[in-house]
Each structure stands twice: as C-alpha cells, then as structure tokens.
C-alpha cells in the first residue's frame, strides 16, 4: 500500500496510550495493526464472538484501505490525483463523498482564516518535505509555490459536482484530515457492525473512541510531552469522542541554526515558529485533525478565540513555556 502523507501528520509520535486491563468479563479482546496512509492503523474492540469481532474489524479495515486507494496523491490512479491533474484544465466531476469532503475542507478552511488549506502541497515540495527530510529554499521559490496555494484557488460547483483549479500547478492534498475521516469511517461500520466497545487509532496522531472498555467508564490516554517522549503532558479520558496531535519535534530539519517544521502557515509560505504541539480533543476524527493542524498555525490566542466559539472543543496548547488547556468540554 502507498502512502498518504500529510502536511501535519506525517509520522508524529504525539501520543501514548494506555488501556486499562480492567475485568474482562466475557468480552474477547481483539487487537489488529495494518498500514495504511504511509502509517499505521490499529483497531482494538471487544465483543463476545470472536468470529463475528473479526469479520467487523476485517470490514472496517476495508474502509480505510478504499480511501487510501481512492484519495492518496500517492497513488496515480487515485481521484485526488486525477483531480490534480486536470482541475486546472477543466472542472472534474467527482462522487458525492469526495465532493463533501473538500466542502467540509474548504469551510475549515474559511472558518479559520486560511490557517487549514488542503492545497498547500507546493510548499511542502519547494521546503523539500515531500518524500524528503528538508531544505531551505530562496524566497523566490516560496513565492512561486504561493502561487500554486490556497483554499480560494478551489472551485466547487454544488450543481454539476465538479472541481476545479484558478491556478496552474495546484494540487490537492487530504492529509491533514484524511486519517481523522479514515478512522471515523472505520468506526461507523464497526458500530453499524453492533460493536459497541472499540478504540481506532491513525498512527500516532488522531483516535476516535467508541464507548468504553469493559469494566471501565472510558478510555485512557496520555498525551506526550512535546520535550520528552517519556513524559506526558496531559492524560485524556475518551468515550465517544475523538483525538488529534500535530507536533513540530518530530519531522523537522536545521539550517542557519534555525528549526524549520513541516507543519505551515499556508498563508506566508513559513513553518510554524514558537508551537511545540496541539492535541484537540472532540466529537469526530475528522474533526479533530483538521484543528489540531490549524490551531498550531492559528497561535494560542487565536486558538482560543476559535474555541471560545465552539464550545465543545478543547485543546492543550504546547510552547516552550509549557502547556495550557484551551476552550471546554460540554
């Protein structure tokens, strides 16, 4: 299976999690790791046939793979990567599913002033993160992939169901969101499936949690501290809810004695500077992932203006003078 990078989530080990042993009545516990995405995705869930358990976490699997197959730009065949080609040639029509997608993208996107922007992948290239470690380009250069950025450049005729590009060079990139909506599918055919204790996990980045383990009132996790992949910043009990972290620690590179992330202000062309991490936790994986990217570009007083409106959201907020938590739970 070929990768689906992101631009925020691409191999960030930002959380530790910890399954409370608990009694285990008569559930059977099933475990199941695959890749996916250019990552790994586990399933944990509890059932009482273990058969009937395997064939649901078989079949949730399933779904994460059809999106990889169908939205990774990694993939020649996939949609997005059809889109990419062509969407600033002509409008493309796409299935319904997509086409809610990037509705869903592109009012992230409004919503937080352009600080969430699935079109940023010129950037990631010309900065030498795409399928690379780093580098430091000229100014020139971030101008020009500019020109190929933003979420206003994005067509999208609700009528005909197309999509198309203002501008050459675009492309389109589901990673900051994708895992997170992966995971959510995965978790709607396990509860359709009538599994009614599981944990979905995208890597290390986003969670998506569906009730509670048996014997326990939700699950466990800690959250790691972005100084110290031994400590924990922060402890998290989930119970239908969701989870994501995007962090600055892990894919970076230094040059002129400056840290230069992968994670960027699609707005200026720059990495972030001054954020260590963000762990938001709420009601869905998609959710979840696309503002734990942009609540790291947004800054911690815009991000808790942005939580102050959506109450319901909260977020641990890391910099170098330590973490906060943001916003509040219902």
Request: charged fraction near 25%.
């Amino acid at each position: 299976m070929k990768p689906f990078p992101g631009p925020a989530k691409t191999l960030l080990p930002a959380l530790a999690l910890l399954i409370a042993a608990g009694p285990l009545l008569s559930e059977i516990r099933l475990e199941q790791t695959r890749a996916a995405m250019g990552t790994q995705f586990t399933i944990v869930a509890y059932g009482d046939d273990e058969s009937y358990l395997q064939s649901a976490v078989s079949a949730a699997f399933d779904e994460i793979f059809r999106l990889d197959r169908e939205w990774s730009d990694y993939i020649e065949e996939s949609d997005i990567s059809f889109i990419n080609r062509h969407a600033a040639e002509e409008p493309v029509k796409v299935d319904p599913e997509l086409f809610r997608m990037l509705s869903t993208c592109l009012e992230y996107s409004r919503e937080t002033g352009g600080a969430f922007d699935i079109t940023v992948g010129p950037l990631l290239r010309v900065w030498g993160f795409y399928r690379g470690t780093g580098r430091l380009p000229k100014s020139e250069e971030i101008k020009a992939a500019l020109g190929a950025v933003g979420w206003q450049k994005v067509r999208l005729d609700p009528r005909s169901r197309t999509v198309s590009f203002a501008a050459a060079g675009m492309k389109l990139d589901l990673g900051g969101i994708g895992k997170g909506y992966a995971i959510d599918r995965a978790a709607a055919v396990l509860r359709e499936a009538g599994v009614t204790a599981a944990l979905l996990l995208s890597g290390t980045s986003s969670i998506v949690a569906i009730g509670a383990p048996p014997g326990q009132e939700a699950w466990t996790v800690n959250i790691r501290d972005p100084k110290d992949a031994h400590k924990s910043a922060g402890q998290v009990m989930l119970k239908d809810a969701s989870l994501s972290a995007s962090g600055s620690y892990e894919k970076f590179f230094k040059a002129d004695g400056k840290t230069y992330s992968h994670i960027f202000d699609p707005r200026t062309g720059y990495p972030v500077q001054g954020v260590l991490s963000v762990t938001v936790v709420g009601s869905s994986g998609t959710e979840t992932d696309a503002l734990s990217t942009s609540l790291f570009v947004l800054g911690k007083e815009e991000s808790a203006y942005y939580l102050r409106k959506h109450p319901g959201i909260r977020a641990l907020y890391c910099t170098e003078a330590g973490c906060e938590w943001l916003g509040r739970a219902h």
